[in-house]
């Protein structure tokens, strides 16, 4: 760690920032809706001038980790594949089966588990109405304590899945043809806790890739006991990305937490680090 930084440094980077919005303004020529426009979206504005300075500096993800000793509830353990298999078959109708005998096979390197994940497009023609159904169920067997953040806000301009998680699971499918139910080894989060999303995907194993909403729902569906209290580990959904203006810049991921008794979905940006929450990811069998 070198010395601090002086106040002339400090000086010089603010002037630098002001000078570069001077000279965007006088370059862009912006009108009054257009400006306004701008300054409606001021966060995201603030938080692409403070990743740029990152990684000028040499240092992006100083800040994308925090030091975190929350865990699972201690009621939360991993079922048999047969017994989550039996679950999905019962909360979806029409849902065939998996090749249960993989689980004979060892678990990759850090993969806790194995889990049974829907095949979103036997729910939906669209991934984000396959989310949608999903978080439907969650609320029915919750006995509504469940709260969408993001309800009308699940199409393509806002959600969709990371590129790397699409070829994940298109290898998965291809190894399980013909089953509508994958059996994925995976985690639920404790792997990368406190670190961002961002952080996440960057130390992402060549064999791991982030396990998205639907997928994360459908291992809530089977395993309600991992959200039930609010002094436990969150789950960020780093699978997916996510648009709150629907702009085009997917700077965000999905989360599910617990909070005032309920289960809540909502999306945070992709840089923000917090103890208490951390990614779900999953593997590619061995």
């Known amino acids: 760690m070198g010395a601090s930084i002086t106040s002339g440094q400090k000086k010089q980077i603010e002037r630098m920032c002001q000078d570069a919005g001077a000279a965007a303004i006088e370059a862009i020529g912006l009108d009054d809706d257009s400006a306004q426009r701008v300054i409606g979206r001021g966060d995201e504005l603030r938080s692409t001038i403070i990743d740029r300075i990152r990684e000028l500096s040499g240092n992006r993800f100083a800040l994308d980790e925090k030091k975190s000793n929350y865990r699972y509830p201690e009621a939360y353990k991993i079922k048999g594949i047969t017994e989550q298999t039996n679950r999905l078959r019962e909360l979806f109708s029409g849902v065939g089966y998996a090749d249960e005998k993989l689980v004979s096979q060892p678990l990759p390197e850090f993969a806790e588990g194995w889990f049974a994940i829907l095949r979103w497009e036997t729910l939906a023609k669209t991934y984000g109405e396959a989310v949608e159904k999903v978080l439907a169920m969650i609320k029915k ?47 639920f989060g404790l792997l990368h806790r406190g670190r961002s999303v961002r952080y996440a995907r960057e130390v992402f194993m060549p064999c791991e890739f982030g396990l998205g909403a639907f997928a994360v729902g459908c291992m809530l569906l089977t395993h309600p006991e991992r959200l039930v209290q609010w002094e436990q580990l969150h789950i960020d959904c780093a699978g997916d990305k996510f648009s709150s203006g629907a702009a085009g810049q997917f700077d965000e991921a999905p989360f599910f937490r617990f909070c005032d008794g309920k289960v809540k979905f909502n999306a945070c940006w992709v840089h923000s680090a917090y103890e208490y929450y951390g990614s779900a990811s999953g593997f590619l069998p061995q």
């Open 141 to 187: 067997t919750r006995n509504g304590k469940f709260y969408n953040y993001r309800e009308n806000q699940l199409g393509s301009q806002y959600l969709r899945q990371h590129k790397r998680t699409v070829q994940m699971f298109q290898t998965l499918c291809d190894q399980q043809k013909g089953y509508d139910i994958l059996v994925v080894p995976a985690q």
